[in-house]
């Protein structure tokens, strides 16, 4: 599972180590143009480093690979753990708790299109979809191997707080989290 989340990182944006072969692929004078964007170059022990700055998020490159981080929300963390949300919840409360499911399936869509639009590459909606997807059957998968009369949720804490913000709380962090375009990045995740 680790190995196939990281592979998508790496096919999505520049955010993690190990993907200097992705982040050489960049071209730096078309983002350096990009509204918002600073970028630049700089030699370092015979190397260069490559940075590039978009509001709260700053990236650097150098042959060994690339690093994002954001100083106010890593977008592609908060992602992946809205997805986790989202299939659990699915999972959870298939009879129960409709706007809490609601507003996750919305969220991870928001993202979804955040995504999409601010990624350093191209990055295609199917693939983000197919990794809902494949959360989901893993979930699933899990689920199917638990003991005969075991609850369906063992532990629902992880909502707890959720459901007591409200739906109108959990619009406005998702809506404030994604508000300020800028590359989305993994770093620093919870």
Known sequence: MRLRLIALFATLVVGSGGMAARAQQLDYDEIAKRPGFAM?????????????????????????????????????CVWTIYVGLHVAADYCFPDSEKELREDFADAVEHFKDFIVANSLTPVRRSDLDAYVETRRKELLARASKLPAGAPRCARTDMFTHYQADGREKRRADVARMIAVPRPPVMNPCL
């Open 40 to 76: 630049t170059r700089e030699t370092v022990k015979g190397e260069e480093v490559v940075t590039i700055r978009k509001a709260t998020v700053t990236i650097q490159i150098d042959k060994k690979g690339a690093l994002g981080i954001d100083q106010d929300t890593a977008v592609m």
